[in-house]
């Protein structure tokens, strides 16, 4: 039978004593006035069952007050909080924080075995200068992202919440206002989550939690990279709040940036960078993982501009939230010219087109300008005309422009030139 | 039964008329003593005996200060049987303290940072709609 260690007063030196409360931020609270009371040996550690020193507290209005739950050895051991056993740096569970940075370190469950070895871990403890994480936690390891990803951003303060007035359950509850229970439908039994107990969540064995979490972390989608591999334009989402600078000052380290763009209206931004591979490389890495000023961004790839609505809209990357109606009145699409009409700008079908139709195949080429200087660019196409006509026909005389034909064809929806909407990603090589 | 007297003399005049009101207390009292402690919580069973005890003083305060009723003979004699709380009655002449509902609710003593108990804020110092029962007498806010 076991007697209560409080009681068994010959191992006093074994018993704990402590000056501060390693705990985290979400059990301390909102309010940065706390009042704690501190009480020596006042129970037993929940783990070790060694007297220790507790610490009580109220952690804000409304909240039911905290106190340590298990020894500060203990929660040296794991690197937890000492009130909710949640890792202090992540905030998640020992179980999830051990599986994703692949930690096997041992820690002995029998009584006897348990209470030799923490009290060998503490004397050691006592002894190291600068406090270290026990066991495989000391060695320095890259930022696991899985952890980065399942991590809260904000504290959880529906933790700290008043337990439910059992009395109020059996509709029994006479205290009526001033109950400082919650008067709510307690939680399903059925619920797995409800069956928790606080050496396994200690010791990271068969925690309902954990195995939710990393079942939840297994399901989060994945990014996909586009097809389109012009596409180097990631969209944004979730941005209040957040300047261009900012998010060039996150972005710069995957790559060239070409161009940022902020829209608060949908409160998101786009960032266009030169390179396909720095694209890809910040989506790898900011995907479900960045958060600026305390935000955590949404990351997407952005569509590729041949989805767009309307052509010749340059500047934006090609990325556009809403399809918008067509305007009446506004000239729609212009349709792409049939392969005929590719080189036949003025409508000489009829006589050229047999003759050209081998020569047009090889004039669709880029031309270079004109040796004619255009008076201003507005005469641009007059002038490219001219190119145009004295590649294809040079005896004839150049006729005026004339659009009247069915099927127009503007020069810029030549797919050869540059600026047409298609060749936008691969400016840079 | 009579309450026993602590002198031998027989009380001053003006007893007669405050005789009655002070049987009726008596009888209050003593039924909230023998109340049962069915569906009440521990600390709730002694709120009606404070709370007497609270009404009590009052009267006799009142009689003496307030309506001015009674001589100080009559109301020496009152104190000096116990049948008003001599220490309360002082708390009750201090501005602020006026209402005060019982002495456990001013001792620091009795709370975790000595402070005194929280029916003694008042209520606008108190977050809305916050219905406070205090631990000591089930006293709502004494204050002001």
Redo the contacts between chains.
Sequence with gaps: MSISLLSNTYNRQNWEDAEFPILCQTCLGDNPYIRMMKERYGQECKICNRPFTIFRWCPGARMRFKKTEICQTCSKLKNVCQTCLLDLEFGLPVQVRDEALQITDTIPKGQVNKEYFTQNAEAEMALEQTPQPYGQLAKAQPPSDVLMKLARSAPYYKRNQPHICSFYVKGECKRGEECPYRHEKPTDPDDPLSNQNIRDRFYGVNDPVAEKLLSRYKELPQLETPEDKTVTTLYIGNVVDIDEQQLRDHFYQYGEIRSVTVVPKQSCAFVQFTQRDAAEEAAKESFNTLVIDGKRLTVKWGKPPSAQGSSGRPGEGGVFETNYEPVPGLPTVVPMPSNELKTDFFGLSSSSSSSNVGVSATTTSFLPPPPMPPPDLGDYTSSLSYGHMSMTNPSSMPPPLSSLRTGVHYPSQDPSRVGSTASHGKANE | MVKVRKTSKPPPDGWDLIEPTLDELEAKMREAELAPHD?KRKVETLWPIFKIHHQKSRYIYDLYYKRKTINKELYDYCLKQSIGDKNLIAQWKKQGYENLCCLRCIQPRDT??NKKCICRVPKEKL?EGK???CVHCGCRGCSG
Excluded: D, K, P, W
Aim: a negative charge; proline letters at 0%.
């Design positions: 569906g975790n940072f977050e219905v406070v029962e």
